[in-house]
């Protein structure tokens, strides 16, 4: 220890360390590296007797924070690393997480045989990090900040994005990066009655529920995502809370380890703010203008919008005049913050809202379906200022999207026969914007819309099913609109759904003093600018029996199991009054086809008769695809499924087949009786023989040629159009070729040899 101090006070004396390192805890400094092992480790055990392994002090210690958490065999790492001075007037938080091959001793299988850009499954995983995470930065911290999460290993029991998120409180907790947490993650599943804490991937396959749970101290839920095989109202309020107080489990290991192991949270930099002389000002020009503008329910979103604009911009200049000294940008934040408190306070004093609607009252709604001909399905779905546009395309099971093979091993799925792509391009809000690779946000509300389909669609469906949803207004909650106009799509392409499904988006206005919860307002179908102004915005999809997906963005720093359970109601009664007004529309699929829908038909093909249907090296199936559109799928040893994008395609593939499996008539071969064939091909490995003119040859093996060991046909004189005795011993069962030997013809034999020609068949 005394060498440690000497080389600590050396380092500093000449200028060795940064600014960073200096104002590290040195206490904690020595301590991680003072001590003959640096790792400090905490364990908590769910209440389901599994455990998890909290691990911190040994890996990535330049970080500002970092932390391991282990279950089973897989591991995953985290580490937080924040800028010291802030250039922003936000916090620029940034979560990556990456899955590796070699976590799973595989290799990439892209032509460079590394890890590329960010998959989808990354993607949604970063996201869920990030909503976890974010609600409990305080709002003056306004440093750069990365969490990188890295896939240390992985089994085929559990799986890590749940594992990411504890660690990412951990890092954050240890760490001198000022935060709110700890913050604790379960997944929660259910089978039956029977609620499964953190359930292994086998597990999952057979719950009806898939639901991450983040929650803080005092069960204050801070984030919620996941899917479910239509879950009942009760059974999704008992999952929600059994993860709340699982997760106080996690959250005593984290703060054990943090009391241990952390260290001093850094003195957040004063903010910028305008005087009180300047704030007064800014509030008294404004204020009664924007009430104006917030209570007049004739605004429509971009006459809102621009009205806001044109207030700001009189304030800032007429302030800025008045106060010269003062950066504009004081002057307009000051102003953003009367807004959304002008917003916020009529929510409570007029207890409606700025477009004239209750609180529990939805926009209006309208509907289309059958938008144009040569679609397979097509719907227009309205909601207020949202619109989206849903469309949906049949094809053959071959064109289901094949999974990586980690995300495979991640999620337990190899392929899907139903994907939802959503679009967002920047006139839906009237804005110019580049076109190009869809980004994160565009992603993950895809991903969100197609959990709550999902659930809708049956495992046994023919087709795979591509349905796309492109927003062409935005005004608030375009993914639940998506579910919607994506569940009127799928009906009208004759997709036999299980039900139909909605979803809406519910939010929340709350109001504190001194860091307790004093009164709040939930409101059902939010518009852009109350999901902007507002705590939270829970998106909520589900047929009318029960709940399919559910997604919870929450803003402040948790909201309590009464709100929760409160906003899962509304959501409930606001999805029953939509799926009404679908219902008008199409309540049940299509049952008249259209033109334009594919079909599919299984054949039967005899063994003997597949060479000439799949032709040398395929062929066949080539040529009926390029002529005729069809695809032809095997299925087992005799079973084809044949794909035809019409009608008039199917009648095509039909004749086209039928005359490749035309032949003359085969003649009916005795088992056990000895033929003439005729030699057509000399292989080294045998001969090939046809037994009457129209059949396909062959192969008569080396060791069916003569009592000696042949190494080549031509070794005992063989030759092409050369006429052989044959024993028939009937067709293989798997191949249907047929069984011959010459080899038994060469001792003593009482059968009867018999000659097949042209006059003798048919």
Not at 300 to 310: C, F, I, M, N
Not at 724 to 736: A, E, L, N, T
Request: hydrophobic letters at 40%; aromatic letters at 6%; a neutral charge.
């Amino acid at each position: 220890m005394p060498n440690i101090m000497r080389l600590f006070s050396f380092t500093l004396n000449n200028g060795f360390l940064n600014k960073k390192f200096v104002r590290t805890d040195i206490s904690t400094l020595l301590r991680n590296y003072g001590s003959k092992s640096a790792t400090n480790t905490v364990t908590a055990t769910l209440s389901n007797g599994r455990s998890l392994t909290i691990a911190a002090g040994e890996l990535a210690r330049f970080a500002d924070g970092t932390a391991t958490v282990t279950m089973g065999d897989t591991t995953v790492l985290v580490t937080a690393v924040s800028k010291q001075k802030s250039n922003s007037s936000f916090m620029p938080l940034t979560v990556d997480f990456r899955q590796k091959s070699a976590a799973a001793g595989r290799i990439p299988t892209n032509f460079l045989r590394r890890e590329l850009g960010p998959s989808e499954k990354e993607i949604l995983t970063a996201r869920l990090i990030d909503r976890s995470l974010r609600p409990l930065f305080p709002n003056e911290f306004k440093c750069e900040t990365q969490l990188v999460c890295n896939m240390l290993a992985i089994d085929s029991m559990h799986l890590p994005d749940v594992l990411a998120i504890n660690a990412a409180s951990t890092a954050l907790s240890l760490s001198d990066i000022p935060w709110n947490g700890p913050v604790a993650a379960v997944r929660i599943g259910m089978v039956g009655d029977e609620i499964l804490i953190n359930p292994t991937r086998r597990e999952l396959k057979s719950s009806e529920l898939d639901l991450v749970v983040s929650a803080t101290k005092q069960h204050l839920i801070v984030m919620l995502e996941g899917k479910g095989n239509v879950i009942l109202l009760p059974k999704l309020q008992k999952a929600i809370k059994q993860g709340a107080k699982d997760a106080q489990t996690i959250i005593q290991a984290i703060e054990k380890l943090q009391r241990s192991n952390g260290k001093t949270k850094r003195e957040i930099d004063p903010e910028k703010v305008c005087s009180g002389e300047v704030s007064d000002a800014v509030r008294a020009m404004s204020e009664m203008r924007l009430r104006e503008i917030f209570r007049n329910s004739e605004h429509d979103k971009l006459s809102r919008d621009h009205a806001v604009a044109e207030i700001r911009k009189s304030v800032v200049e007429s302030v800025w005049s008045s106060f010269p000294d003062v950066e504009p940008s004081l002057i307009q934040e000051s102003f953003n913050k009367c807004c959304k408190m002008t917003f916020r306070d009529l929510i409570f004093e007029d207890e409606r809202r700025c477009d004239g609607r209750t609180f529990d009252e939805l926009r209006n709604i309208s509907c289309k379906i059958n938008m144009h001909k040569p679609l397979h399905g097509s719907a227009l779905f309205q909601r207020g200022q949202t619109q989206v546009f849903c469309t949906v395309s049949l094809d053959s099971v071959e064109s289901a999207m094949k999974l990586d093979h980690l995300t495979a091993v991640d999620t337990g799925v190899k392929s899907k026969n139903f994907f939802l792509h959503y679009e967002f391009p920047p006139y839906a809000t009237g804005e110019i914007g580049k076109s190009g690779p869809i980004g994160r946000r565009e992603i993950g509300h895809g991903a969100l819309a197609e959990k709550g389909l999902l659930a809708t669609i049956p495992n046994d469906f023919p087709f795979t099913v591509r349905l796309t949803s492109e927003v062409l207004e935005s005004n608030g909650s375009s993914s639940m609109a998506s579910v919607c106009g994506g569940s009127l799509a799928l009906m009208d392409a004759g997709v036999p759904l299980s039900a139909a499904a909605a979803g809406v988006a519910i939010g929340l206005v709350t109001r504190y003093e001194d860091n307790e919860l004093q009164d709040y307002r939930i409101l059902t179908d939010i518009l852009g600018i109350e999901d902007y102004m507002g705590d939270m915005d829970m998106k909520v999809a589900g047929t009318e029996k029960g709940f399919t997906a559910i997604q919870a963005d929450i803003k402040v720093p948790g909201i309590s199991l009464k709100v929760v359970m409160e906003a899962l109601q509304k959501s409930h009664n606001a999805k029953t009054k939509i799926l009404g007004i679908m219902n008008e529309c199409i309540a049940t699929p299509r049952k008249v086809r259209k033109e334009c829908w594919p079909v599919t038909e299984d054949v039967t093909v005899e063994p003997h008769q597949r060479p000439k249907l799949i032709g040398q090296g395929g062929t066949n199936i080539k040529k009926i695809y390029l002529q005729t559109g069809a695809q032809l799928t095997q299925n087992d040893e005799n079973s084809f499924t044949i794909f035809a994008p019409s009608e008039s395609s199917m009648a095509e593939v039909k004749e086209v087949i039928e005359t490749l499996l035309k032949a003359d008539k085969e003649p009916d071969l005795e088992f056990g009786a000895i033929y003439t064939a005729k030699i057509v091909e000399i292989k080294d490995i045998g001969v090939m023989v046809t037994l009457f003119p129209s059949m396909t040859p062959t192969l008569l093996h080396n060791s069916q040629l003569d009592q000696r060991k042949v190494a080549h046909p031509s070794a005992i004189g063989l030759q092409v159009k050369d006429e052989i005795q044959v024993k028939y011993f009937g067709r293989d069962p798997v191949s249907g070729f047929m069984r011959l030997s010459r080899k038994v013809l060469q001792g003593p034999t009482s059968s009867v040899i018999k000659n097949l020609d042209k006059s003798s068949v048919g």
